[in-house]
């Protein structure tokens, strides 16, 4: 019999609860970026529900006081993981800036369709723990909050860290790992998994590289991670590094099942498309394995003979059956189902732009998978979709993913100039949770082309009552289950 929770804290007690609450998204918030710095970033919030008169419509904007941010990812000051506590609620959005090493904190809960800026925690206060360049954000039981960081100070050197934050005043209270041995080489973005007692973290690079733009010499050169950095928990060490290799070059996104005694989850590594599976072992150490290599394509007109997928972001629903990834060069979305973590199995398939258009500059001479390069593609009111898809957010239930089209602006400017210039697009997806399938949402876009100040570059999505990359689960929670 499901136990009732008198006053519970935010989200849901269980990743299942969440999958068959079918909760409908209302708004979501997206930061914008503005590509020539010539006036500040913004967070905007769209209304995302069907039934209202301002669907698909930007209904606020709250724009940051600097300009330069690159604001990038953002999260909450509490999610499931406080769920027990009913004093905690998601009140805050925390909105890292890469560029300025700035955290914007954003206040959600006065009015969730019109945000207001609460405080501002300048570089100075990120600078004087010896971290910089601020990522993921995640909610802690504890009531803090803890922000991966990827470079060391002003000269942006990489440096993988986590810098804490205060969760009443939001004031930086240190850093996580427990001594100078336990911070590695590089940072990006973590998973906790507290049951295990395990965080892992991934890599990117050296900001300074990064910034300038993809320079493959500098992956040759090491610049770039390959490693997943395994953490004791609670004692905050370093206790093992994996290292993928050269075919895992660029492990950025990781997710851990939602299942909260999972021992498993899966990274995508960017630049050559891979996603391995990381797994506990019998022994009780943690190993991964590649369980899914999307091939380079065989091209003329394009910087290399050869073009990877470069796969920016993976995402898994909430009832753990299905993986989603993006494929930012190649321009196609993947739907797999893993109900055998081992062997994932293509299920669904879309293509929204890219780099091997039928009729554009790049001719692919061979590809083991195409027997035609995709066609342009266009949304709603025959608009042409520029660049490709980048970041994914899906719907509690799995039934709707959303799609925004840019990665980060140095590199958007490199590959996808045509983007930069004319602003990114926010699709919705709809999916097929059944047999899988993958089909655009013609009803559906926001196009950030036509923003009053000018084109932007849209890039994470996340909803006020949580998503399924935000929020995650303890399994001391799970006796407070409705269901």
Known sequence: MARSCSGCGPGFATPRDA?????????????????????????????????????????????????????????????????????????????????????????????????????????????????????????????????????????????????????????????????????????????????????????????????????????????????????????????????????????????????????????????????????????????????????NKKVDGWILPEMPGVMTDIIISMDDKYLYFSNWLHGDIRQYDITDTRNPKLVGQIFLGGSILQDGPVKVTKDTELSVQPQVRFAKGGKRIWGAPQMLQLSLDGTRLYVTSSLFSPWDKQFYPDMADKGSMLFIVKVDTEKGGLQLDNDFLVDFGDEPGGPVLAHEVRYPGGDCTSDIYLADTAHLSKL
């Not at 990381?278 to 022994?283: H, P, S």
Request: proline fraction near 7%; aromatic fraction near 12%; charge should be negative.
């Open 19 to 295: 999958f068959v609450s079918k909760q409908q998204e209302e708004v979501v918030y997206i930061p914008c970026i503005v590509p020539d710095k010539s006036r500040p970033d913004y967070l905007v919030t769209i209304d995302v529900n069907p039934k209202s008169s301002t669907y698909s419509q930007v209904i606020s904007r709250l724009h940051f006081p600097y300009i330069g941010d690159e604001i990038h990812h953002t999260g909450w000051n509490a999610c499931s993981s406080c769920y027990d506590n009913p004093d905690r609620s998601r009140s805050r959005l925390i909105v890292p800036a890469l560029g300025s090493d700035r955290i914007y904190i954003v206040d959600v809960k006065s009015d969730s369709r019109n945000p207001k800026l609460d405080k501002v925690i300048e570089p100075w206060e990120v600078h004087q723990y010896g971290v910089s360049t601020p990522h993921t954000t995640h909610c802690l039981a504890d009531g803090d909050v803890m922000i991966s960081t990827l470079g060391d100070g002003p000269d942006k050197n990489g440096k993988g860290n986590f810098i804490l934050l205060d969760g009443q005043t939001f004031k930086p209270k240190g850093t996580y790992c427990a001594s100078d041995k336990d911070v590695v080489p590089f940072g990006y973005d973590y998973w906790y998994q507290p049951y295990h007692n395990v965080m892992i973290s991934t890599e990117w690079g050296h900001p300074r590289c990064f910034f300038k733009g993809l320079d493959l010499k500098d992956v040759a050169e090491g610049n770039y991670g390959t490693h997943l950095n395994v953490y004791d928990w609670k004692a905050r060490k370093l206790i093992q590094k994996i290292d993928l290799g050269p075919e895992g070059v660029m492990p950025l996104e990781i997710r851990f099942l939602h299942d909260p005694k999972a021992t498993e989850g899966f990274v995508g590594c960017a630049l050559y498309a891979n996603v391995f599976r990381f797994y506990k072992t019998d022994k009780g150490d943690w190993a991964a394995e590649k369980v899914i290599d999307i091939p």
